[in-house]
């Protein structure tokens, strides 16, 4: 079954490629700014480790190699007419060829192997495998809840663009773009509605993520074959929108 064994993982990953900064330098800037001293800071960060390290319990956390796939591929394969079949619906697909996963990934300007795509996406349960060639979208959406492990890019992704957001003016210069924190929540529902809320919030937050996508994807630049420039999309970045659900108890 899709996600029981976690992926190998890499004997050695910097600092600089994990991004921890991009988590900490806001988080810090945030509490600094409100009141704790540089000392107080410190002596929290030491206490937090130390709780961390004498934990034994919980699932593993795991590297899988990627974080930023999203809802790119499956929404171009859900929508685009070049992979849809005579009623309307994804295609199967072969991983390479004219009309293939190959063509797609190259559609969504990923340049990421077939190959390791398709593994992640049958790894997360999105994709699954009928023929020896030829795979089928079982997914609207790629899901990294996995019983077994946490995947750590999509994790720490998500924990830094959190951050950022819920942060934001504290480290970052006013005159950038003012990014937004939106929060709707009830303390006052019984709790045998959660497994309903979650499954009607999950079901239209994903076809507002795939419309959102679809913007995207209008107003992306895509390189100039023939320029000449090092870097042909220099002025760009990332934009995007990210949705969770929140379910506690009294």
């Known amino acids: 079954m899709a996600g029981k064994t976690p992926p190998k993982l890499s004997t050695s990953v910097s600092s600089t490629d994990l ?29 937090a480790m130390q709780q961390c390290s004498g934990s034994k319990k919980g699932v593993k956390v795991v590297h899988i190699g990627f974080d930023e796939l999203g809802v790119t591929v499956v929404s171009r394969w859900l929508r685009d007419p070049d992979y849809l079949n005579h009623v309307g619906r994804p295609d199967d697909l072969p991983i390479r060829g004219k009309r293939s996963f190959s063509s797609l990934l190259k559609s969504c300007q990923i340049e990421r192997s077939a190959s390791s795509v398709l593994s992640s996406l049958m790894r997360f349960g999105t994709v699954k495998k009928i023929s020896p060639n030829r795979y089928r979208l079982v997914r609207r959406s790629i899901n990294f809840a996995i019983p077994n492990y946490l995947p750590f890019e999509p994790n720490l992704q998500f924990l830094v663009d959190a951050t950022r957001a819920s942060t934001w003016g504290s480290a970052i210069a006013p005159t950038n773009p003012r990014l937004f924190w939106q929060n709707v929540a009830s303390s006052n529902v019984p709790k045998r509605h959660t497994a309903d809320f979650l499954r009607f919030a999950r079901d239209r937050g994903l076809i507002f993520m795939h419309e959102i996508n679809d913007w995207l994807e209008a107003h992306e630049e895509t390189p100039r074959s023939n320029t000449k420039l090092e870097n042909p999309l220099k002025g760009t970045g990332r934009l995007g929108v990210g949705l969770f659900g929140v379910c506690t108890s009294k």
């Open 19 to 47: 991004k921890v900064s991009d988590l900490l330098i806001p988080i810090a800037e945030f509490l600094h700014r409100s009141g704790l001293s540089h000392a107080q800071l410190l002596a929290e960060w030491r206490s």
